[in-house]
């Protein structure tokens, strides 16, 4: 397992940005696909975006395809997730994930248990 920490979130309005971050530990983050997923009061853990150890492969939700964007920098151990158009309905606590097997399919990345590291999350509220 590896350790993550998330970082960037916040309050904004409806329309607005925010980038979120994840630091990992470990000498080997480009062995890990990574992901984001999002919970809201309520609701169960989502699955928001997902991409693959080396880069190569981005995953997204339909609710959040061409808003938002992941990326990551295996030089830095960091995935980031920048979110743009925001909306009240992204307000949600996000938790960056790792998978140890840096090439999930799409339908695996969906599934939270496809995931065995989780960072603490961060919350996101967005106003209108």
């Known amino acids: 397992q590896v350790q993550l920490a998330e970082s960037g979130g916040g309050l904004v309005q409806t329309g607005g940005s925010l980038r979120l971050s994840c630091a990992t530990s470990?000498?080997?983050?480009?062995?890990?696909?990574m992901g984001w997923f999002r919970q809201a009061p309520g609701k169960e853990r989502a699955f928001v975006a997902a991409?693959?150890?080396?880069?190569?492969?981005?995953y997204y939700a339909d609710s959040v395809q061409g808003r938002f964007t992941i990326s990551r920098d295996n030089n830095r151990n960091t995935v980031y997730l920048q979110m743009i158009s925001l909306k009240p309905e992204d307000t949600a606590v996000y938790y960056c994930?790792?998978?140890?097997?840096?090439?999930?399919?799409?339908?695996?990345?969906?599934?939270?248990?496809?995931?065995?590291?989780w960072g603490q999350g961060t919350q996101v509220t967005v106003s209108s």
């Open positions: 994930a790792a998978a140890a097997d840096p090439d999930l399919t799409k339908g695996e990345v969906q599934n939270s248990r496809a995931f065995n590291s």
């Open positions: 991409i693959s150890g080396s880069g190569g492969n981005t």
């Open positions: 470990g000498r080997t983050f480009s062995a890990y696909a």
